[in-house]
């Protein structure tokens, strides 16, 4: 599976932003989907993840502010982030792999597919 993201930008601390990430592959609803997200000197961190049942996992950090959703019949994947904060600003990166049990879906080694990045910077 082939994967781009799409949708970072500048946005104020307190907005929202919509990140998207459109799969190629006719096999996407198969696929454990999610994101990762990384700013400079730092490892990447999981942020969200989806599995083909909608069951969702979520970054304490994020959870409560940031939605993870797909769409299998239009290859897509989403992420809503509500209530930005400066410590959110980092690049995303979607991710897909299948097959994963639940306590790997937070693992960075699980996923063995990896769209470009899109930078989103929240401004204080």
């Known amino acids: 599976v082939q994967l781009q993201a799409s949708g970072g930008g500048l946005v104020q601390a307190g907005g929202s932003l919509r990140l998207s990430c459109a799969a190629s592959?006719?096999?996407?609803?198969?696929?454990?989907v999610g994101w990762f997200r990384q700013t400079p000197g730092k490892e990447r961190e999981f942020v969200a993840a989806?599995?083909?049942?909608?069951?969702?996992a979520y970054a304490d950090s994020v959870k409560g502010r940031f939605t993870i959703s797909r769409d299998n019949a239009k290859n897509m994947l989403y992420l809503q982030m509500n209530s930005l904060e400066p410590e959110d600003t980092a690049v995303y990166y979607c991710?897909?792999?299948?097959?994963?049990?639940?306590?790997?879906?937070?693992?960075?080694?699980?996923?063995?597919?990896w769209g470009q990045g899109t930078q989103v910077t929240v401004s204080s």
């Open positions: 989806i599995r083909r049942d909608r069951l969702t």
């Open positions: 991710v897909a792999a299948q097959g994963l049990i639940i306590s790997s879906m937070r693992s960075l080694g699980s996923y063995n597919y």
């Open positions: 592959g006719r096999t996407f609803s198969s696929y454990v």
